[in-house]
């Protein structure tokens, strides 16, 4: 079976508890829990991993060079975690982020992203939900990886990667997504 990394950064183990109005009170093991079930049905496991330390995360990301995807939440990281931006700009497979505020409806410092341009879809403002969907949508995007690299036939090429990592995933409009460097 094919791994799938779930990698939560700093606070995302408060789940549950930590401001529930913003939050919600589903707690990260019961979102592990439902992550492992959405992808279970496509023959996929998970490896889960939460941690408040930002050097953590990245060795995990360099750790699972050999999952086949990931679902990322790096929490406040996504503001100036460029550690583990550079970690996951080498990591192989897709990979979505997932947040569970809109963080455009909050705070203007939460509107800037080094993370999200790499990524191949965002979610955000869903709550817990948006796991299971990032996860549905990466084993999406696994199957049309797979099939394209089959050599499917003239539809191969449908939903191609385009600049980055962007996947074509939630990359149609930018819709969603922070605005990449130089942009107004």
């Known amino acids: 079976m094919a791994e799938i990394l779930l990698l939560n950064g700093p606070n995302l183990g408060q789940l549950g508890t930590r401001r529930p109005e913003m939050y919600g009170t589903t707690t990260l093991a019961e979102i592990e829990r439902d992550v492992r079930k959405t992808v279970a049905e496509s023959g996929h496991t998970v490896r889960c991993l939460q941690d408040e330390s930002e050097a953590t995360l990245v060795r ?21 975690g460029w550690s583990l931006r550079d970690a996951l700009e080498s990591f192989p497979g897709p990979w979505m982020e997932v947040h569970l505020s809109n963080v ?41 990886d797979a099939a ?23 990359t149609g409009s930018g819709a969603g997504r922070a605005p990449g460097p130089g942009a107004t």
């Not at 080094?114 to 949508?137: K, N, R, T």
């Not at 499917?152 to 600049?163: F, I, K, Q, R």
């Open 104 to 144: 455009f409806a909050r705070e203007p410092f939460r509107h800037n992203s080094v993370i999200s341009p790499l990524a191949s879809g965002v979610l955000c403002g869903l709550g817990a939900y948006g796991y299971q969907l990032a996860a549905l949508g990466l084993v999406h995007r696994l199957a049309q």
């Open 148 to 170: 394209r690299s089959a050599g499917s036939g003239p539809g191969a090429a449908v939903g191609a990667p385009g600049p980055g990592h962007g996947h074509g995933l939630g």
């Open 60 to 80: 995990a990301v360099h750790a699972a060079a050999d999952c086949v995807g990931a679902i990322v939440n790096p929490g406040a990281l996504m503001i100036a």
